[in-house]
C-alpha cells in the first residue's frame, strides 16, 4: 500500500487541519472534534443544514460547506459514521434560530447516529428535522443499508436545499424541496479498481486486469456482479440504462446529469462518458439543462465512475442554478 500520510489512524485529523488551514475563508473547524463549520456560522434567521458521515468521500462532506449549500459536515472516520455526540455538536453550533435540517445517506451507521443526535437537538428545544438520500439504484439491500443507498445524488441535495435555506425558507418548506429533490434524483457507479482503507491496508475486494465491478457503493463494497471490461461507451450504456428503468423521464422533459469521478479516473475519462451520456439524452429527446462533470463524492483512490440523473421541474431548476460558493461546489447565477 503506497499512500501519502502519516499515521493511518490519523488521516481524518491530518486532514481536516490542512483543510481549515488552507481555506479559512470557508471554513472553521469546531473545537469539539472533526467537524467542518461555516466560517460565519451561525448564520441568524436562516435554516441550518447539517450533513456528513465517513470521511474518504472528499470533497464530499466539507466541499459543501459553505454559501448556499451546508451549514456544517461532521466527519467520521474512514467509511465509518460520526458519533451522535459529533453531530449533536455540530447541530448546536450552526443553528441560527431557524431549525436545522439533518441530510443524511441511507448507510445504517449515518441513519442511527443522526436520528440519536436528533433526539438530543431536541430534549434541547432545538428544533430539527432530517431526510435520507437513497439515489443508488444498483442495489435494494446490501452489507451497509436497508434500501437503497446513498451516493451520489446527496450532492444535488445539498444544492437544492441549500438554495432553499438561502432563500429564507422555513425547515418545513427545506424539508419539502429536499424530499422532493430525493423522490427524483437516481444513481448507478461502476468501478476499474478497489481502494484500500488506510488503517486496513487491504483492498476491499479484487478485479483481474479485464474486469470491472458494477453497482459499486461508496465505501469500497461490491457491486452486483462483475464483467469483462468493455468500452467507455457500453459503460456509459449500461448505467444510464438502469437508471432510466428506474424512473421515468419523458421526450422533453429537463435534467441534470452529473459524471462523478470516484477519485482515481482522470477527467479525459470522465468526459468520455459523460458523451455517451449525452448522446443516448438527446437521442431519446431528453433535455440537458446543465451538466457537472468532476470528483465530487469518491472513495478513496478507487477508479471508476458513477452517473447521476436528476429530474428537474421549474422550482429545482431555480434551485439548482442559485449561486453557491464552497469548495466542491461552485455556481454563479444565470
Known sequence: MKKLINDPNLVVEDMVQGMVTAHPEYLKKSEKGNILIRSDAPVRGKV?????????????????????MLSAAVLGPV???????????????????RGVLLIVKNYSGDVMNFDMAKDMADMDGIKVDSVIVNDDVAVENSTFTAGRRGIAGT???????????????????????????????RSMGMALTPCIVPAAGNPNFTLKEDEVEIGIGIHGEPGTHREKIKSADDIAEELLNKILEDM???????????????????LMELYIVNKKVNEILTEKGIRIHKTFVGEYMTSLEMAGCSITLLKLDEELKELLDEKSDTLGFKVMNI
Do not use: C, R
Open 155 to 185: 450532492v444535488f441535495v445539498h444544492k437544492i436545499s441549500g438554495a432553499k435555506a438561502q432563500q429564507g425558507a422555513s425547515l418545513e418548506e427545506v424539508k419539502k424541496v429536499a424530499e422532493k429533490t430525493i423522490a427524483n434524483v
Open 48 to 68: 441550518a443544514l447539517v450533513s456528513g458521515g465517513g470521511s474518504g468521500h472528499e470533497p464530499a462532506h466539507a466541499g459543501y460547506v459553505g454559501k448556499g
Open 248 to 266: 421515468t423521464v419523458e421526450s422533453e422533459e429537463e435534467v441534470a446529469v452529473m459524471v462523478n469521478g470516484m477519485a482515481g479516473t482522470p
Open 79 to 97: 467509511f465509518t459514521s460520526p458519533t451522535p455526540d459529533q453531530i449533536y455538536e455540530a447541530i448546536k453550533e450552526v443553528d441560527g434560530g
